[in-house]
């Protein structure tokens, strides 16, 4: 069973920098897609980036574009978020998430699209 773990939350202020990981486990196939979504207090998921297996192609979204960077280590099975100039508007909770459908190569930031979730981990960006 696929495993998902996240770390490197917390609070950050303004402008700061912050880098999630997210380790996998369990992974049954060598072509998966991989990706980040937040949710905001009281809002839906909100798909930040995504990343293939080989992490040569990646998306984000507009509102994340020019500020995160997602990354990949197959070797370690691990996938980085890296959160540059934060903002007040990026405090949520973000979760890690894959597709592992057989042959699945879309870099899809639709939540319906992904199979497996991390537990979620909190993210605040505060003065």
């Known amino acids: 069973q696929l495993q998902l773990v996240e770390s490197g939350g917390g609070l950050v202020q303004p402008g700061g920098s912050l880098k999630l990981s997210c380790t996998a486990s369990?992974?049954?196939?060598?072509?998966?897609?991989l990706a980040w979504f937040r949710q905001a207090p009281g809002k839906g998921h909100e798909g930040v980036s995504s990343i293939s297996s080989s992490g040569d192609r990646t998306k984000y979204a507009d509102s994340v574009k020019g500020r995160f960077t997602i990354l990949s280590d197959s070797a370690k099975n691990t996938v980085y978020l890296q959160m540059d100039s934060l903002k007040p508007e990026d405090t949520a909770d973000y979760y890690c998430?894959?597709?592992?459908?057989?042959?699945?190569?879309?870099?899809?930031?639709?939540?319906?699209?992904?199979?497996?979730w991390g537990q979620g981990i909190q993210v605040i960006v505060s003065s």
């Open positions: 369990g992974f049954t196939s060598d072509d998966y897609v």
């Open positions: 998430a894959a597709n592992t459908i057989p042959g699945w190569k879309v870099l899809s930031l639709a939540s319906d699209d992904y199979d497996s």
